[in-house]
């Protein structure tokens, strides 16, 4: 019954590659996000869907590629991994803006470029 | 730029002591201040949120105190538990956006 839920857990990769992170929500919300928390535990917001459209897209490299095929799933594409790409990718989701905004955060994926 | 400044960046408290953990910002459009406890392995968790309306929220031994002119607020852990050992966020979001902009992290150890 996880709320947001994220996957794979763990990915180890080697650089060049194309990888893909999955996040599912099944809390009824319609906003969703992709957070990347560093080796020093920062959070930064990466992407922010509603209603899977784009509306925040801060300054990410365009290797990075979100997809949401439907409001409950929001989707990380990552092409040609870099070292600097190894860190733990957070998706959230909420309700929209003006009501109990509270986010929920997935497990993370811990992506780890060799 | 950082908008959202924490401190201390590292907490060691004994059991039963107060972890106090410090936040700032310069957004003036920010109004809902939340902090947010994340344990190894996991993602953060919402703990306590407060908005700019009160100076301060409790919430059992968590207390969130909220100074508006000073663009300050704080979270105070009385009784201190080790099972309260986690990196603790501070964040805040305008009220024109829905992503939050985090601190960067307090660790705290409850020392048994």
């Known amino acids: 019954d996880t709320a947001v839920s994220q996957t794979p857990k763990y990915l180890v990769t080697q650089m060049g590659n194309d990888k893909s992170i999955k996040c599912e929500q099944n809390l009824g919300h319609d906003t969703m996000y992709w957070y990347k928390q560093d080796s020093k535990k920062f959070l930064k917001i990466m992407f922010s869907?509603?209603?899977?459209?784009?509306?925040i897209n801060e300054t990410v490299p365009n290797r990075f590629s979100p997809k949401s095929p439907d409001k409950a799933h929001l989707n990380l594409h990552i092409n040609s991994l870099e070292l600097g790409d190894s860190a733990v990718y957070f998706c959230a989701s909420s309700l929209p803006q003006g009501q109990n905004t509270e986010a929920f955060f997935g497990q993370g994926t811990r992506l780890t470029v060799v | 730029q950082q908008q959202v400044k924490q401190s201390p960046q590292s907490l060691i408290v004994q059991k039963g002591g107060i972890s106090i953990i410090n936040c700032a910002y310069e957004n003036t459009a920010f109004d809902y201040f939340p902090w947010y406890q994340q344990f190894p392995g996991k993602g953060p968790a919402l703990l306590i949120a407060i908005r700019p309306d009160v100076s301060e929220k409790k919430e059992g031994r968590f207390t969130i105190s909220f100074n508006k002119s000073a663009k300050q607020f704080s979270l105070h852990i009385m009784d201190s538990q080790p099972g309260d050992s986690a990196t603790y966020f501070c964040a805040a979001r305008p009220g024109s956006a829905r992503q939050l902009t985090f601190g960067s992290g307090t660790q705290l150890t409850v020392l048994p």
């Open positions: 869907y509603n209603n899977k459209e784009l509306i």
